[in-house]
């Protein structure tokens, strides 16, 4: 297992987690002074630790790809969107394999152990608190798109006091696309679906979160592009610091 610094200057390896983690903590303290607490620092180093070996998916992209099929995230689907956050989504990512998709409800939080916010979400998606889709390749999970109401996530409150009601705006927060299935048109089959949908969800809007500092790598790319939205009919509602709120009216039918 292997831990790297945030900031990319350090890297431990071993096979024993706690040596690991003091080492990463002693490392952050010492080196970047960060306004975080050792245990918090803790956290976050073993969550990274434990994600280097439970990701185990492919990492290589594949050169083509089969015929992708969307769906909603049911009862009955929790254990593959599992199986696509568990193993297959961040192989070549440790540092997010905590995530789970949490985030958008939670806004900025301390880092929690990553087996709370997995079952967390695992909660929410069984209430229906959380709503999002699935993409299948040759029937394996190949990524996932959050597209709750925005009146759900704690991260854009107060977006556009002006605008239409959170509850009824489907917001996409993020995409998660597993390694080999990148830049093969997934995310946009996802975005197809939600657009689809949701009228039938009795929103009136949907709207993006793209991020203004994205690069070629494909971690600040999880919000999607703009060019993505924009050839969808979404046009720019709100300019962030990080980001600009891309929206688009539910058109009757589904229609593009």
């Avoid at 969550?47 to 969307?70: H, K, M, W």
């Avoid at 299948?136 to 409150?157: C, F, H, I, K, M």
Wanted: net charge negative.
């Amino acid at each position: 297992m292997w831990i790297e610094c945030f900031e990319k200057d350090a890297r431990v390896e071993g096979d024993e987690i706690d040596p690991l983690v003091a080492q990463m903590v002693d490392h952050v303290r010492v080196t970047h002074g960060a306004p975080y607490p050792d245990e918090e620092v803790g956290i976050w180093a073993r969550n990274f630790a434990e994600a280097s070996v439970r990701e185990d998916g492919p990492t290589e992209r594949l050169p083509s790809i089969g015929a992708i099929e969307v769906q909603p995230v049911t009862e009955e689907r929790i254990d593959d969107w599992l199986r696509l956050f568990d193993r297959d989504a961040f192989p070549d990512n440790p540092d997010w394999g905590s995530c789970y998709c949490l985030h958008p409800h939670t806004g900025d939080a301390p880092e929690r152990p990553w087996r709370d916010v997995r079952s967390d979400m695992i909660e929410r998606l069984r209430a229906g608190a959380t709503l999002g889709y699935l993409a299948y390749v040759d029937g394996r999970p190949a990524g996932w798109v959050n597209a709750s109401l925005r009146s759900t996530y704690r991260q854009y409150e107060g977006l556009d006091p002006e605008g239409p009601p959170p509850e009824e705006v489907v917001g996409v927060s993020c995409f998660t696309i597993a390694p080999p299935y990148r830049r093969h048109g997934v995310s946009s089959a996802l975005l197809d679906r939600v657009i689809a949908d949701a009228e039938a969800r009795g929103a009136r809007y949907v709207e993006g979160y793209p991020r203004r500092a994205a690069t070629e790598e494909d971690a600040s790319s999880f919000c999607g592009p703009p060019s993505m939205f924009q050839g969808r009919g979404f046009a720019p509602a709100v300019e962030r610091e990080s980001y600009t709120v891309f929206r688009r009216p539910v058109q009757p039918g589904g229609r593009g």
